[in-house]
T-cell receptor, first 116, second 110 residues
Framework: QLLESGGGLVQPGGSLRLSCSAS????????MGWVRQAPGKGLEWVSL??????ATFYADSVRGRFTISRDNSKLFLRVNSLRVEDTAVYFC?????????????WGQGTLITVSS | QSDLTQPPSASGSPGQSVTISCTGT?????????VSWYQQHPGKAPKLMIY???KRPSGVPDRFSGSRSDNTASLTVSGLQAEDEADYYC??????????FGGGTKLTVL
C-alpha cells in the first residue's frame, strides 16, 4: 500500500515536500517514482529513485526544481520554484525499472495547486 | 501534447471487442519491448494492466491483451464488460531512464 501526503495550495515560486508511506512490501528492494496528472489531463512521469537511493532521474520539465529522496519506508519529493503548470495530482508508484520500466502499484495521489 | 499518440475515445457494446492504439516512434515503442498499459477509473489511481508489450500482471483478466507492430502498440479488450469503462494510458521506455505516456483514451461501454 502507498499513501501520499503533503499536497496543498501554494503560490507560484513556492515549495512543498510530498511524502509517500509504503507498507506491505519490502520497500528497500524496489525503485520508486512519482507520476503526476494535471486536472483533466494525462499522466506524466516526474522522477525515479533507485532501490538504494543512489541513483535519481528526472523529467526535463522538473529537473533542477524537484528532488526525490527516500528513507527506510518513505518516499519524498521536494518541489521548489513551483509554476502554475505544476498543478496536478502527484502519484507515488512502486517501480520495476531495469528490464521492464513499469509502475506496478500506485498510491491514491496528493494534489498540488499552484495559484496566486 | 503527449509523447505517445492515443485516440481520445473508443467504445463498444458489452461482449464486443475493442482495440486502443498507441503510436510512438522508432526511439520508444519501436525500439524497446517495454510498453505498458494502465487503466484509470474516475478519481482513482491508475492500475497496471499490461507490461512488456504482452504480459498481464496477476489478477488482470485474460480479456485484456497487448500487442505491437512497428511503432504502434495496441490494447485489446475482449468480451467488454461495464466495469471496463475507464481511461486507458499507454507508456513506453524511451531510453536514458525516461518513460513517456500517451494522452489517454476514454473507453465507453455502450
Amino acid at each position: 500500500q502507498l499513501l501520499e501526503s503533503g499536497g496543498g495550495l501554494v503560490q507560484p515560486g513556492g515549495s512543498l515536500r510530498l511524502s509517500c508511506s509504503a507498507s506491505g512490501f519490502t520497500f528497500s528492494t524496489y525503485a520508486m517514482g512519482w507520476v503526476r496528472q494535471a486536472p483533466g489531463k494525462g499522466l506524466e512521469w516526474v522522477s525515479l529513485i533507485s532501490s538504494s537511493g543512489g541513483a535519481t532521474f528526472y523529467a526535463d520539465s522538473v529537473r533542477g526544481r524537484f528532488t526525490i529522496s527516500r528513507d527506510n519506508s518513505k518516499l519524498f519529493l521536494r518541489v521548489n520554484s513551483l509554476r502554475v503548470e505544476d498543478t496536478a495530482v502527484y502519484f507515488c508508484a512502486r517501480v520495476v525499472w531495469s528490464g521492464s520500466y513499469r509502475f506496478d502499484s500506485w498510491g491514491q495521489g496528493t494534489l498540488i495547486t499552484v495559484s496566486s | 501534447q503527449s509523447d505517445l499518440t492515443q485516440p481520445p475515445s473508443a467504445s463498444g457494446s458489452p461482449g464486443q471487442s475493442v482495440t486502443i492504439s498507441c503510436t510512438g516512434t522508432s526511439s520508444d515503442i519501436g525500439y524497446y519491448n517495454y510498453v505498458s498499459w494502465y487503466q484509470q477509473h474516475p478519481g482513482k489511481a491508475p492500475k497496471l494492466m499490461i507490461y512488456e508489450v504482452t504480459k498481464r500482471p496477476s489478477g488482470v483478466p485474460d480479456r485484456f491483451s497487448g500487442s505491437r507492430s512497428d511503432n504502434t502498440a495496441s490494447l485489446t479488450v475482449s468480451g467488454l464488460q461495464a466495469e471496463d469503462e475507464a481511461d486507458y494510458y499507454c507508456s513506453s521506455y524511451a531510453g536514458s531512464n525516461n518513460v513517456v505516456f500517451g494522452g489517454g483514451t476514454k473507453l465507453t461501454v455502450l
